[in-house]
T-cell receptor, first 112, second 111 residues
Framework: SQTIHQWPATLVQPVGSPLSLECTVE??????LYWYRQAAGRGLQLLFY??????ISSEVPQNLSASRPQDRQFILSSKKLLLSDSGFYLC???????????FGQGTRLTVV | GQQLNQSPQSMFIQEGEDVSMNCTSS?????WLWYKQDPGEGPVLLIA?????ELTSNGRLTAQFGITRKDSFLNISASIPSDVGIYFC???????????FGTGTSLTVIP
């Protein structure tokens, strides 16, 4: 069966510090991968999605970037965090046929 | 991006009551998904719909894909305390495209 791992679960970072959140999927090949941000427990905003290694599409301009160095690994990064980057970050994957999306447990990021 | 309008925004109901929530879009979707999110957790897929008019059940949950392909509803029968959470609809315009999410319906069940 397929599983998705996302870490860390919680993170407190000072303003201006770098960020790296990692997401890996097991039990499938060539998944589509997504990063979402959720503010105040409501509304999922799509940040990035990827249909293959090195293929990243950005939905909104922001202080964040994403990379996919391996087929089942998706990384969300920032060089310098802003207070407004605080939120709940969710990684998700979907099969190549892309008809359902499955989420990780999320990372609660607090920028102080 | 696409906007999905989900209503109601929040619901407070007595245990045992039935619940109904819906999601509408200005665009035609090929896929509708319904998720439940518990506090501090990632959303969990409840029901997936792929055809206009499709009615699908998962235990006490029933969801339908609207005939116009621009809406969907989710019903929960005989609510219980563990139904508490935020319910999201999500849609996909074409297979292979990204998923767009509604703003969520927060459900509180009063024992």
């Amino acid at each position: 069966s397929q599983t998705i791992h996302q870490w860390p679960a919680t993170l407190v970072q000072p303003v201006g510090s770098p960020l790296s959140l990692e997401c890996t999927v097991e039990g499938t090949s060539n998944p589509n991968l997504y990063w979402y941000r959720q503010a105040a427990g409501r509304g999922l905003q799509l940040l990035f999605y990827s249909v293959g290694i090195g293929q990243i599409s950005s939905e909104v301009p922001q202080n964040l970037s994403a990379s996919r160095p391996q087929d089942r690994q998706f990384i969300l990064s920032s060089k310098k965090l802003l207070l407004s980057d605080s939120g709940f970050y969710l990684c998700a994957w979907s099969p190549p046929r892309n008809t359902e999306a499955f989420f990780g447990q999320g990372t609660r990021l607090t920028v102080v | 991006g696409q906007q999905l309008n989900q209503s109601p925004q929040s619901m407070f109901i007595q245990e045992g009551e039935d619940v109904s929530m819906n999601c509408t879009s200005s665009s035609i979707f090929n896929t509708w998904l319904w998720y439940k999110q518990d506090p501090g957790e990632g959303p969990v897929l409840l029901i997936a719909l792929y055809k206009a008019g499709e009615l699908t059940s998962n235990g006490r949950l029933t969801a339908q894909f609207g005939i116009t392909r621009k809406d969907s509803f989710l019903n929960i029968s005989a609510s219980i305390p563990s139904d508490v959470g935020i319910y999201f609809c999500a849609g996909q315009i074409n297979t292979g495209n990204q998923f767009y999410f509604g703003t969520g319906t927060s459900l509180t069940v009063i024992p």
